[in-house]
């Protein structure tokens, strides 16, 4: 079974406005992480957001947001007043067995393309 | 502070050979992961250092291996290349304290 699902393999959305990134996961730890990552055309993997299984409240970093419902196993990435430079492959990512540990690899979904237009 | 560097960051092989990839993680940062990402697979795990020891190992062959020195740096060798490993390699280094990996910006790897 796949740790990280992405259903959607592209995004549009218009400068300015709003968009959510799906992400559901399947663990039977207690204790993960939940990641996204943002991949420019040029490679490398920008951290964006994380989400711990313990934590009580939805992680917030700048015009990122993450929507976590535990009960539904889903993490979704919601970008705010997306701009231009926002356009890139977004990747959801978790670990296992993080509670006293910062180790582990990273399962991660197929990703999902967002394109915003001007 | 410098990021995770990799070299080379282009790389051209023949199939048969053999290849060595370099990781230079964040000053400070003791672990070290690979991973390789290729359209049709995605990203998939490849191992995991952590003071110069394997903490864990992804599902590739005996052909993929890696080693961690005491500075932190890393390499990763893929011996007997096949077409399929063409690839983009990325490593990431964490402090072993802080939650988030920081990526370096991958090596790609062509096999013909």
């Known amino acids: 079974a796949q740790k990280i699902t992405q259903t959607q393999p592209g995004m549009f959305v218009q400068e300015k406005e709003a968009v959510t990134l799906d992400c559901t996961y399947d663990?039977?730890?207690?204790?993960?992480?939940l990641f996204w990552y943002k991949q420019p055309s040029s490679g490398e993997m920008i951290f964006l957001i994380y989400?711990?299984?313990?934590?009580?409240q939805n992680a917030t970093e700048g015009r990122y947001s993450l929507n976590f419902q535990k009960a539904r196993k889903s993490a979704n990435l919601v970008i705010s007043a997306s701009q231009l430079g926002d356009s890139a492959m977004y990747f959801c990512a978790m670990r296992e067995g993080t509670r006293g540990s910062t180790l582990g690899r990273l399962y991660f979904g197929r990703g999902t393309q967002l394109t915003v237009w001007p | 502070k410098a990021g995770v560097t990799q070299t080379p960051r282009y790389l051209i092989k023949t199939r048969g050979q053999q290849v060595t990839l370099s990781c230079s993680p964040i000053?400070?940062?003791?672990?070290v992961s690979w991973y390789q990402q290729t359209p049709g697979q995605g990203l998939q795990f490849l191992f995991e250092y952590f003071s110069e020891t394997q903490r864990n190992k992804g599902n590739f062959p005996g052909r993929f291996s890696g080693r961690q020195f005491s500075n932190s740096r890393s390499e990763m060798n893929v011996s007997t290349l096949e077409l399929g490993d063409s690839a983009l390699y990325l490593c990431?280094?964490?402090?072993?304290?802080?939650?988030?990996?920081?990526f370096g910006p991958g090596t790609r790897l062509t096999v013909t």
């Open positions: 989400q711990g299984s313990y934590d009580q």
């Open positions: 663990t039977s730890d207690p204790s993960y992480g």
């Open positions: 000053s400070g940062h003791r672990s």
């Open positions: 990431a280094s964490s402090s072993g304290g802080a939650i988030e990996q920081y």
